[in-house]
């Protein structure tokens, strides 16, 4: 069983940055699609970027779009999302999901099978 394990969440001001990280022991992340999603309160869960197996195809929401870049480091078997500009809009619950099918990339959460438990990312002065 894939288990996620998600981090870096945290408190920040508008403007600021944060990077979260999403990694797993004991099964290479190598052959998943990654995918981050975050929920605020009220509202439904939305992809937010996703990584393809292979880090040839991303995809990044328009709200997100110049702010945030995901990475991967099979070395080190985790997968980044690295966020700038970080807005009040920007606050919720991040999830990092696995998608075993890995390519092509998806930001529909039905095909994610593996979801971590969240990380807070709260942005406010």
């Known amino acids: 069983q894939l288990q996620l394990v998600e981090s870096g969440g945290g408190l920040v001001q508008p403007g600021g940055s944060l990077t979260l990280s999403c990694t797993t022991s004991?099964?290479?992340?190598?052959?998943?699609?990654i995918g981050w999603f975050r929920q605020a309160p009220g509202k439904g869960r939305e992809g937010v970027s996703c990584?393809?197996?292979?880090?040839?195809?991303?995809y990044y929401a328009d709200a997100v779009k110049g702010r945030f870049t995901i990475s991967r480091d099979h070395a080190k078997n985790t997968v980044y999302l690295q966020m700038n500009s970080l807005k009040p809009e920007d606050t919720a619950v991040y999830y990092c999901?696995?998608?075993?099918?890995?390519?092509?990339?998806?930001?529909?959460?039905?095909?994610?099978?593996?979801w971590g438990q969240g990380t807070q990312v709260t942005v406010s002065s």
């Open positions: 004991g099964f290479p992340l190598d052959d998943y699609g």
């Open positions: 999901a696995a998608d075993p099918t890995g390519w092509p990339v998806t930001s529909v959460a039905s095909e994610y099978t593996y």
């Open positions: 990584i393809s197996s292979s880090a040839g195809s991303t």
